[in-house]
C-alpha cells in the first residue's frame, strides 16, 4: 500500500505539472511578453539607507520604508526619515527596522532588530515604546508585527509572541511549556499571519500553530510525498479567495486552503511540489503577497520576484533584475512586498525600493532582456507593420527583423536570412497575399519573404535613381516606396518608375518622402519633409499642401512625419515640430485643424497616427502617446503613469492588429495598446498634510486635519503648510487647490512644485485652510481641512478695546473744555499769522513769477514771457494807433566759439553780448532770449528810422567789445540784426517776428555783421 501511495503521489504531481504546463502555453500571449516596468527610489530620492526590510501603508495613506538605517515616510514626492536618538525617549526605538504594520485605526507600528517596538502618533510626530513584560527575559529581536483586529499588535520575537494592548499599555507574553501541548511549540517566531476570520498563524522554528480560543493549535506541514515536512516557514499571506500561502527556508512554496463546515476550519498545510526552491530562483523566499487578483507574488533572497497562479499554482513570470533595463526591478533581493490601496506594487530590495502599477493593463510595454533568448532582441524598433495572419512585423536597428505572434507570445527570427542583421530594417511593404518587402541594412538592400517558402531574397533595387527605403505600401497592384523621390515598382517585371521634384509645379514637392498612403481609388498622399502631395495616378500629377505662417489653417508643419486616413474619411497629418493637422474641405477649400501643445499634446513631434475599433487615433509623439476623440478632438496625454514606458517613438513605426491591438516602435522596446481597456484612474486619494512651519520652525500637525485646531500664539504671524495628495501612480501630474477660509475669497490654483501654502500677519480669527486635488486624469481626489486659530495680543483683546474706549471718551471730555480757550487763543495768533504769510506768500509769488519768465543764463526775457509782453505791447500800440519796431538778433559764427573755446567761454561771451545791448536799451523796451545765441527787442513808440539808429548802435557796440578767453587772449564777435517795424493794425506779432527774422536771415546771407529792415524800407547800414 505504501507504495502504490507513492505512485500515485507522483502520478499527482506529474498531473500538476501538465496542468500547469498546459495553462502556461494557453496563457494570453502579451501576458508572456510584457514587461514589468518599475520606477526605482533609493538614496538620491533621500531613503536613507539603501536596504529595504519592511513596506506599509498606514491610515492616511502615506507609504512607510523601514531600513537598516533608519524609518521614512513617503508622500509621493520625498521621503521623510525619521531616526533613534538615545537622548530622546520619543524618537525611534532603532534604527535597524525589521518590520511594520498598521492596527485597525491605521496606526504605524514599528519593530526592530534591536528588540523596540513603538506605535508612532502622527500628531505629535512621536514614538510610543512598549518594553518587555517585567520580570521576563529580554525580548531579542522583533522578525514579525501582525494587528489584531483592534488598536493593538501582535508580536514575534526571538523570546516568545507578545500580545499588546495599546489603550492600557499592557504587554502579554506567550512562551513554550514544556509538556502543554497547547503553548506555543518553540519561542524563537519566524513570522505571523491574522487572517480574516480571526485566526492567528504562528510559524515558530519548531512547528507551525493556529491560536484560537486562547491555545496553540500545531498544524502540520505536509510534503509531496505527503510526509511532514520539518522545515522554518518564513514568510505568510493570504489572498483573495482566503488561501493562506506559505514559503520555507529551504522547501519552497505552500498553501493551506480554508474548508468551512471542518473542525479546524482549514484544510492541511501543503507544500506545492512544482513550486520548489528551483522554481523560485533560490532556497530562501522573504516575503509573499497577492498582488493582482489570483497572484501571488514572492519575493526571495537572490531570485527576484517570482509570480505564481494562485489557481493552478502555475509559474505565470519571473522579475529580476536587469543591468539593461533603466525599468527594471532594482535588485534580485527582496525583502519586502506591498499592494498599496490603489493597486500599485511596491517591492523593498537590498538597493531601495522598487513600485509598479499593474492596474495600467491597457498599455503593456515590451523591452529587450539580458535573461532571455526569445525575448525582443533589439531595444529600437524602427518599424512595424502587419501581415494578414495576425502577426507582427518588427524592424530593428541592430538585429534585423523580429516577428512577433501576439497568440503565441513569441518572436520569431527570419530563417536563411542572415544578412537581414548587418543594418537597420527602417521599413516594410506587405503584399496582399502575405508576402512582405523589406528594406534593410539602413534602407539600402531591398529583401523579399515568400509566405509559402519562408525564404528572404535579396531583390533588386534601382538606387541609381534612388536612396534610402524609408518605407513601402502595396497599392494600385504595385510596390510604392519612399526612396528619395517616388517609386514604382512592379515585382512581376521588375520595372520601376521614378517621380522626382522638377521645374514643372505639379511634379513631386521635394525629394524627401517618408511616407505614402493609399487615398482611395487611383490616388495616394506622399508626405515629404518639406510638404504633403497629393498624387493623382491618372494624370501623374502632384498638388501641394505646404506650412504657411501667414495661414492658422495651413498645414502645421512642412516636415510631415505620419498620415492616416479614418473611418470618416478625414485625413490626419502628423509632423515634427507642428504637431497634428486634421484636414477638412469647406467650400471646396482644404483646411487643417491643428492639434498642438495648447490642445494637450504632450509633445509636438508625432512618430505615428494609428486608429483604433472604436474610432479614436492614437498618436505616438517624443514624450509619451496621446489618445484623441474624433468628435470633439479633445486628447488625454498619457505617460509613465499610464503605463507608457518608453519615452519617445521612432517615425512611423506602428501598426494595427486585426484583434484591435496597437503597436508602437520606440526607442527603448515596444508599446504594445489594448485601447478597450483604457479606463480612467479613479483611485480617489486622501489630500494630507505633509509639514507645518511657524514663524520658520517646523510643527507636528495630524496629516488627516480634524477637529483638532492648530493654535498660534500672537507673536506667530507666518505660517507654511505643506501638502500632498497621496496618489503615487503620477504624482507629478497631480494638482491642487487650497483656500483659507476667512482669508482667501476664492480657490488658490498650484501644481506639484509649489504645494505650500504660506500666509504672512493674519489678523487674529479663526481660520480653516481646505486643501484638495485632482489625479493625473483630473478626478477630484478627497479633501483635508486644518482648522488655524490665531489668537490676538493683548491689545488686541475685546476688554482692553473696551477699556481703550472708556479712556478716550473720558480724555475727550477733558479736552474739550481745555480746547476751547487754546483755540480761541491760538485764533488770534492765527489772525496776525496768516497776514503775515499772505504778505510773504505775495512776495515770494512774484518773485517765483518773476524767475519764471527770465532766461536762467542771461537773466532777460525768455521766450514765453516775452511773447505774453509782446502781444500785450502790440494791442496797446494799436489802440493808440502809435508805432512800434522789433529786432531779432543773432551772434555771427557762435557755434565756432563753442567748438574752438568751449560751451562755458560760449555762455561767458552770450552773457557780455546780452549785457552790452541791455546797456543800450530804454526801460520800456522788451529785451527776450529766444533760444540758442538768437535775441530780440521789442522797440514801443518807435518808427523805422529811429528803430535803424538803435540798431546801428547795439551792432557798432558789439563788434568793438573784446572777450578774454580763459586759455588767454581776447576775440571779438558780430552781430546781425533783422528790423522789421509795425505795417499797420492788422499786423499780427507772428508776422512781425516773421518779416525781422527774414530780415535777418537777408543780412546773414548778405554777410552778416550789419542790420536790414524788412520789404518796405531800402535803408541799411552796414559795418567797416
Same mark, same amino acid.
Given at each position: 500500500?505504501?507504495?502504490?501511495?507513492?505512485?500515485?503521489?507522483?502520478?499527482?504531481?506529474?498531473?500538476?505539472?501538465?496542468?500547469?504546463?498546459?495553462?502556461?502555453?494557453?496563457?494570453?500571449?502579451?501576458?508572456?511578453?510584457?514587461?514589468?516596468?518599475?520606477?526605482?527610489?533609493?538614496?538620491?530620492?533621500?531613503?536613507?539607507?539603501?536596504?529595504?526590510?519592511?513596506?506599509?501603508?498606514?491610515?492616511?495613506?502615506?507609504?512607510?520604508?523601514?531600513?537598516?538605517?533608519?524609518?521614512?515616510?513617503?508622500?509621493?514626492?520625498?521621503?521623510?526619515?525619521?531616526?533613534?536618538?538615545?537622548?530622546?525617549?520619543?524618537?525611534?526605538?532603532?534604527?535597524?527596522?525589521?518590520?511594520?504594520?498598521?492596527?485597525?485605526?491605521?496606526?504605524?507600528?514599528?519593530?526592530?532588530?534591536?528588540?523596540?517596538?513603538?506605535?508612532?502618533?502622527?500628531?505629535?510626530?512621536?514614538?510610543?515604546?512598549?518594553?518587555?513584560?517585567?520580570?521576563?527575559?529580554? #525580548?531579542?529581536?522583533?522578525?514579525?508585527?501582525?494587528?489584531?483586529?483592534?488598536?493593538?499588535?501582535?508580536?514575534?520575537?526571538?523570546?516568545?509572541?507578545?500580545?499588546?494592548?495599546?489603550?492600557?499599555?499592557?504587554?502579554?507574553?506567550?512562551?513554550?511549556?514544556?509538556?502543554?501541548?497547547?503553548?506555543?511549540?518553540?519561542?524563537?517566531?519566524?513570522?505571523?499571519?491574522?487572517?480574516?476570520?480571526?485566526?492567528?498563524?504562528?510559524?515558530?522554528?519548531?512547528?507551525?500553530?493556529?491560536?484560537?480560543?486562547?491555545?496553540?493549535?500545531?498544524?502540520?506541514?505536509?510534503?509531496?510525498?505527503?510526509?511532514?515536512?520539518?522545515?522554518?516557514?518564513?514568510?505568510?499571506?493570504?489572498?483573495?479567495?482566503?488561501?493562506?500561502?506559505?514559503?520555507?527556508?529551504?522547501?519552497?512554496?505552500?498553501?493551506?486552503?480554508?474548508?468551512?463546515?471542518?473542525?479546524?476550519?482549514?484544510?492541511?498545510?501543503?507544500?506545492?511540489?512544482?513550486?520548489?526552491?528551483?522554481?523560485?530562483?533560490?532556497?530562501?523566499?522573504?516575503?509573499?503577497?497577492?498582488?493582482?487578483?489570483?497572484?501571488?507574488?514572492?519575493?526571495?533572497?537572490?531570485?527576484?520576484?517570482?509570480?505564481?497562479?494562485?489557481?493552478?499554482?502555475?509559474?505565470?513570470?519571473?522579475?529580476?533584475?536587469?543591468?539593461?533595463?533603466?525599468?527594471?526591478?532594482?535588485?534580485?533581493?527582496?525583502?519586502?512586498?506591498?499592494?498599496?490601496?490603489?493597486?500599485?506594487?511596491?517591492?523593498?530590495?537590498?538597493?531601495?525600493?522598487?513600485?509598479?502599477?499593474?492596474?495600467?493593463?491597457?498599455?503593456?510595454?515590451?523591452?529587450?532582456?539580458?535573461?532571455?533568448?526569445?525575448?525582443?532582441?533589439?531595444?529600437?524598433?524602427?518599424?512595424?507593420?502587419?501581415?494578414?495572419?495576425?502577426?507582427?512585423?518588427?524592424?530593428?536597428?541592430?538585429?534585423?527583423?523580429?516577428?512577433?505572434?501576439?497568440?503565441?507570445?513569441?518572436?520569431?527570427?527570419?530563417?536563411?536570412?542572415?544578412?537581414?542583421?548587418?543594418?537597420?530594417?527602417?521599413?516594410?511593404?506587405?503584399?496582399?497575399?502575405?508576402?512582405?518587402?523589406?528594406?534593410?541594412?539602413?534602407?539600402?538592400?531591398?529583401?523579399?519573404?515568400?509566405?509559402?517558402?519562408?525564404?528572404?531574397?535579396?531583390?533588386?533595387?534601382?538606387?541609381?535613381?534612388?536612396?534610402?527605403?524609408?518605407?513601402?505600401?502595396?497599392?494600385?497592384?504595385?510596390?510604392?516606396?519612399?526612396?528619395?523621390?517616388?517609386?514604382?515598382?512592379?515585382?512581376?517585371?521588375?520595372?520601376?518608375?521614378?517621380?522626382?521634384?522638377?521645374?514643372?509645379?505639379?511634379?513631386?514637392?521635394?525629394?524627401?518622402?517618408?511616407?505614402?498612403?493609399?487615398?482611395?481609388?487611383?490616388?495616394?498622399?506622399?508626405?515629404?519633409?518639406?510638404?504633403?502631395?497629393?498624387?493623382?495616378?491618372?494624370?501623374?500629377?502632384?498638388?501641394?499642401?505646404?506650412?504657411?505662417?501667414?495661414?492658422?489653417?495651413?498645414?502645421?508643419?512642412?516636415?510631415?512625419?505620419?498620415?492616416?486616413?479614418?473611418?470618416?474619411?478625414?485625413?490626419?497629418?502628423?509632423?515634427?515640430?507642428?504637431?497634428?493637422?486634421?484636414?477638412?474641405?469647406?467650400?471646396?477649400?482644404?483646411?487643417?485643424?491643428?492639434?498642438?501643445?495648447?490642445?494637450?499634446?504632450?509633445?509636438?513631434?508625432?512618430?505615428?497616427?494609428?486608429?483604433?475599433?472604436?474610432?479614436?487615433?492614437?498618436?505616438?509623439?517624443?514624450?509619451?502617446?496621446?489618445?484623441?476623440?474624433?468628435?470633439?478632438?479633445?486628447?488625454?496625454?498619457?505617460?509613465?503613469?499610464?503605463?507608457?514606458?518608453?519615452?519617445?517613438?521612432?517615425?512611423?513605426?506602428?501598426?494595427?492588429?486585426?484583434?484591435?491591438?496597437?503597436?508602437?516602435?520606440?526607442?527603448?522596446?515596444?508599446?504594445?495598446?489594448?485601447?478597450?481597456?483604457?479606463?480612467?484612474?479613479?483611485?480617489?486619494?486622501?489630500?494630507?498634510?505633509?509639514?507645518?512651519?511657524?514663524?520658520?520652525?517646523?510643527?507636528?500637525?495630524?496629516?488627516?486635519?480634524?477637529?483638532?485646531?492648530?493654535?498660534?500664539?500672537?507673536?506667530?504671524?507666518?505660517?507654511?503648510?505643506?501638502?500632498?495628495?497621496?496618489?503615487?501612480?503620477?504624482?507629478?501630474?497631480?494638482?491642487?487647490?487650497?483656500?483659507?477660509?476667512?482669508?482667501?475669497?476664492?480657490?488658490?490654483?498650484?501644481?506639484?512644485?509649489?504645494?505650500?501654502?504660506?500666509?504672512?500677519?493674519?489678523?487674529?480669527?479663526?481660520? #480653516?485652510?481646505?486643501?484638495?486635488?485632482?489625479?493625473?486624469?483630473?478626478?477630484?481626489?478627497?479633501?483635508?481641512?486644518?482648522?488655524?486659530?490665531?489668537?490676538?495680543?493683548?491689545?488686541?483683546?475685546?476688554?482692553?478695546?473696551?477699556?481703550?474706549?472708556?479712556?478716550?471718551?473720558?480724555?475727550?471730555?477733558?479736552?474739550?473744555?481745555?480746547?476751547?480757550?487754546?483755540?480761541?487763543?491760538?485764533?488770534?495768533?492765527?489772525?496776525?499769522?496768516?497776514?503775515?504769510?499772505?504778505?510773504?506768500?505775495?512776495?515770494?509769488?512774484?518773485?517765483?513769477?518773476?524767475?519764471?519768465?527770465?532766461?536762467?543764463?542771461?537773466?532777460?526775457?525768455?521766450?514765453?514771457?516775452?511773447?505774453?509782453?509782446?502781444?500785450?505791447?502790440?494791442?496797446?500800440?494799436?489802440?493808440?494807433?502809435?508805432?512800434?519796431?522789433?529786432?531779432?538778433?543773432?551772434?555771427?559764427?557762435?557755434?565756432?566759439?563753442?567748438?574752438?573755446?568751449?560751451?562755458?567761454?560760449?555762455?561767458?561771451?552770450?552773457?557780455?553780448?546780452?549785457?552790452?545791448?541791455?546797456?543800450?536799451?530804454?526801460?520800456?523796451?522788451?529785451?527776450?532770449?529766444?533760444?540758442?545765441?538768437?535775441?530780440?527787442?521789442?522797440?514801443?513808440?518807435?518808427?523805422?528810422?529811429?528803430?535803424?539808429?538803435?540798431?546801428?548802435?547795439?551792432?557798432?557796440?558789439?563788434?568793438?567789445?573784446?572777450?578774454?578767453?580763459?586759455?588767454?587772449?581776447?576775440?571779438?564777435?558780430?552781430?546781425?540784426?533783422?528790423?522789421?517795424?509795425?505795417?499797420?493794425?492788422?499786423?499780427?506779432?507772428?508776422?512781425?517776428?516773421?518779416?525781422?527774422?527774414?530780415?535777418?536771415?537777408?543780412?546773414?546771407?548778405?554777410?552778416?555783421?550789419?542790420?536790414?529792415?524788412?520789404?518796405?524800407?531800402?535803408?541799411?547800414?552796414?559795418?567797416?
Amino acid at each position: 500500500m505504501a507504495a502504490l501511495r507513492q505512485i500515485l503521489t507522483f502520478l499527482a504531481a506529474l498531473l500538476t505539472i501538465a496542468v500547469i504546463a498546459t495553462d502556461s502555453i494557453a496563457a494570453d500571449g502579451w501576458d508572456r511578453l510584457r514587461t514589468i516596468v518599475f520606477s526605482n527610489l533609493g538614496r538620491a530620492e533621500g531613503l536613507p539607507h539603501p536596504v529595504t526590510m519592511a513596506l506599509t501603508q498606514d491610515g492616511d495613506g502615506f507609504l512607510w520604508v523601514g531600513t537598516q538605517g533608519g524609518l521614512s515616510r513617503y508622500d509621493g514626492y520625498r521621503f521623510r526619515t525619521f531616526f533613534h536618538r538615545d537622548e530622546d525617549l520619543s524618537s525611534l526605538p532603532g534604527n535597524t527596522i525589521s518590520d511594520l504594520t498598521t492596527d485597525s485605526a491605521g496606526r504605524l507600528w514599528v519593530g526592530t532588530l534591536s528588540g523596540g517596538v513603538a506605535r508612532f502618533d502622527p500628531a505629535t510626530e512621536q514614538f510610543r515604546s512598549f518594553p518587555a513584560p517585567s520580570g521576563g527575559s529580554a #525580548r531579542g529581536s522583533v522578525w514579525r508585527l501582525v494587528g489584531d483586529g483592534g488598536e493593538g499588535v501582535w508580536v514575534g520575537t526571538n523570546n516568545g509572541l507578545e500580545h499588546i494592548d495599546s489603550k492600557s499599555g499592557t504587554v502579554t507574553r506567550y512562551v513554550h511549556r514544556d509538556g502543554d501541548a497547547g503553548s506555543l511549540p518553540n519561542d524563537r517566531i519566524r513570522s505571523l499571519l491574522r487572517t480574516r476570520d480571526g485566526t492567528l498563524w504562528v510559524a515558530s522554528y519548531q512547528g507551525l500553530v493556529r491560536y484560537r480560543n486562547g491555545a496553540f493549535e500545531p498544524v502540520k506541514v505536509i510534503g509531496g510525498q505527503g510526509q511532514a515536512v520539518d522545515d522554518v516557514i518564513v514568510a505568510f499571506a493570504e489572498d483573495s479567495a482566503g488561501r493562506v500561502w506559505f514559503s520555507t527556508s529551504r522547501s519552497g512554496l505552500g498553501k493551506v486552503d480554508p474548508m468551512p463546515g471542518t473542525a479546524s476550519g482549514w484544510s492541511v498545510a501543503r507544500l506545492l511540489p512544482p513550486i520548489g526552491p528551483a522554481t523560485l530562483s533560490g532556497p530562501l523566499s522573504f516575503t509573499l503577497m497577492e498582488g493582482r487578483k489570483g497572484e501571488i507574488w514572492v519575493g526571495g533572497l537572490t531570485g527576484g520576484i517570482t509570480v505564481i497562479s494562485a489557481e493552478t499554482g502555475a509559474v505565470i513570470r519571473t522579475i529580476h533584475h536587469d543591468l539593461a533595463l533603466s525599468g527594471s526591478l532594482a535588485d534580485d533581493s527582496v525583502r519586502g512586498l506591498l499592494r498599496d490601496r490603489s493597486g500599485l506594487i511596491w517591492a523593498g530590495t537590498n538597493v531601495g525600493v522598487s513600485v509598479t502599477n499593474l492596474a495600467n493593463d491597457a498599455i503593456d510595454t515590451i523591452m529587450p532582456s539580458s535573461g532571455t533568448v526569445d525575448g525582443l532582441p533589439d531595444a529600437n524598433v524602427l518599424a512595424v507593420d502587419q501581415t494578414p495572419d495576425g502577426r507582427a512585423w518588427l524592424g530593428l536597428k541592430g538585429s534585423g527583423v523580429a516577428v512577433l505572434d501576439p497568440k503565441r507570445g513569441t518572436f520569431d527570427r527570419l530563417p536563411q536570412a542572415p544578412d537581414l542583421a548587418t543594418g537597420a530594417v527602417v521599413g516594410f511593404a506587405v503584399e496582399p497575399n502575405g508576402g512582405v518587402w523589406i528594406g534593410a541594412n539602413s534602407g539600402r538592400v531591398l529583401y523579399r519573404y515568400d509566405q509559402q517558402t519562408q525564404r528572404v531574397v535579396q531583390r533588386p533595387f534601382p538606387h541609381g535613381d534612388g536612396g534610402q527605403i524609408l518605407s513601402g505600401v502595396w497599392y494600385a497592384g504595385a510596390l510604392w516606396f519612399a526612396a528619395g523621390p517616388l517609386v514604382r515598382y512592379d515585382p512581376a517585371t521588375g520595372e520601376t518608375r521614378v517621380y522626382r521634384h522638377g521645374s514643372d509645379p505639379a511634379s513631386l514637392v521635394d525629394d524627401s518622402i517618408n511616407v505614402m498612403l493609399p487615398a482611395g481609388e487611383g490616388a495616394m498622399w506622399v508626405a515629404t519633409r518639406h510638404g504633403l502631395d497629393y498624387f493623382d495616378l491618372s494624370t501623374e500629377q502632384f498638388r501641394h499642401f505646404t506650412h504657411d505662417r501667414s495661414d492658422p489653417q495651413s498645414l502645421p508643419e512642412d516636415l510631415v512625419s505620419t498620415l492616416l486616413i479614418d473611418r470618416r474619411g478625414r485625413l490626419w497629418v502628423g509632423t515634427l515640430g507642428g504637431g497634428i493637422g486634421v484636414m477638412e474641405t469647406v467650400d471646396g477649400r482644404s483646411r487643417f485643424h491643428r492639434l498642438s501643445s495648447p490642445e494637450g499634446l504632450p509633445n509636438v513631434n508625432i512618430g505615428t497616427l494609428l486608429e483604433d475599433h472604436a474610432g479614436r487615433i492614437w498618436a505616438s509623439t517624443a514624450d509619451g502617446i496621446a489618445v484623441i476623440d474624433p468628435d470633439n478632438l479633445s486628447i488625454q496625454a498619457l505617460g509613465r503613469g499610464d503605463g507608457v514606458a518608453i519615452p519617445a517613438y521612432w517615425v512611423h513605426s506602428g501598426a494595427a492588429l486585426p484583434d484591435g491591438t496597437l503597436l508602437f516602435g520606440g526607442g527603448g522596446g515596444l508599446t504594445v495598446v489594448h485601447p478597450d481597456r483604457l479606463t480612467t484612474w479613479a483611485y480617489r486619494a486622501p489630500a494630507v498634510v505633509t509639514g507645518v512651519r511657524v514663524n520658520g520652525h517646523a510643527v507636528p500637525v495630524a496629516p488627516g486635519g480634524g477637529a483638532t485646531a492648530l493654535v498660534l500664539a500672537p507673536s506667530e504671524r507666518n505660517i507654511e503648510v505643506e501638502f500632498a495628495v497621496l496618489d503615487y501612480s503620477a504624482p507629478d501630474r497631480l494638482r491642487y487647490a487650497y483656500k483659507l477660509e476667512g482669508f482667501d475669497e476664492d480657490w488658490i490654483t498650484t501644481d506639484v512644485t509649489r504645494r505650500v501654502a504660506a500666509y504672512t500677519n493674519l489678523s487674529p480669527a479663526h481660520y #480653516r485652510l481646505l486643501v484638495r486635488g485632482t489625479n493625473r486624469d483630473g478626478v477630484a481626489t478627497d479633501a483635508v481641512e486644518l482648522p488655524i486659530i490665531v489668537q490676538p495680543a493683548w491689545w488686541q483683546t475685546l476688554w482692553f478695546r473696551f477699556l481703550l474706549v472708556l479712556l478716550f471718551l473720558a480724555g475727550m471730555a477733558g479736552l474739550v473744555y481745555g480746547r476751547t480757550a487754546f483755540l480761541e487763543r491760538r485764533r488770534r495768533l492765527l489772525e496776525e499769522l496768516v497776514a503775515r504769510q499772505t504778505q510773504d506768500l505775495i512776495e515770494a509769488n512774484r518773485r517765483l513769477e518773476e524767475l519764471a519768465s527770465r532766461d536762467s543764463l542771461t537773466e532777460i526775457y525768455n521766450r514765453r514771457c516775452f511773447l505774453e509782453l509782446a502781444e500785450r505791447e502790440l494791442e496797446r500800440t494799436r489802440r493808440l494807433e502809435r508805432s512800434l519796431s522789433l529786432l531779432m538778433i543773432d551772434v555771427d559764427h557762435f557755434k565756432r566759439v563753442n567748438d574752438t573755446q568751449g560751451h562755458a567761454s560760449g555762455d561767458q561771451v552770450l552773457c557780455a553780448i546780452v549785457a552790452t545791448i541791455k546797456a543800450a536799451l530804454r526801460t520800456s523796451d522788451l529785451f527776450a532770449r529766444l533760444g540758442g545765441e538768437e535775441l530780440v527787442v521789442l522797440m514801443p513808440e518807435t518808427d523805422g528810422a529811429a528803430a535803424m539808429v538803435v540798431a546801428e548802435r547795439l551792432r557798432s557796440a558789439v563788434a568793438v567789445q573784446e572777450h578774454p578767453m580763459s586759455a588767454g587772449g581776447a576775440l571779438t564777435v558780430t552781430i546781425s540784426v533783422g528790423l522789421a517795424t509795425l505795417s499797420g493794425p492788422s499786423e499780427t506779432l507772428a508776422t512781425l517776428l516773421d518779416r525781422a527774422d527774414r530780415a535777418l536771415y537777408a543780412a546773414k546771407r548778405a554777410g552778416r555783421n550789419r542790420v536790414i529792415e524788412a520789404p518796405g524800407s531800402e535803408r541799411e547800414i552796414v559795418s567797416p
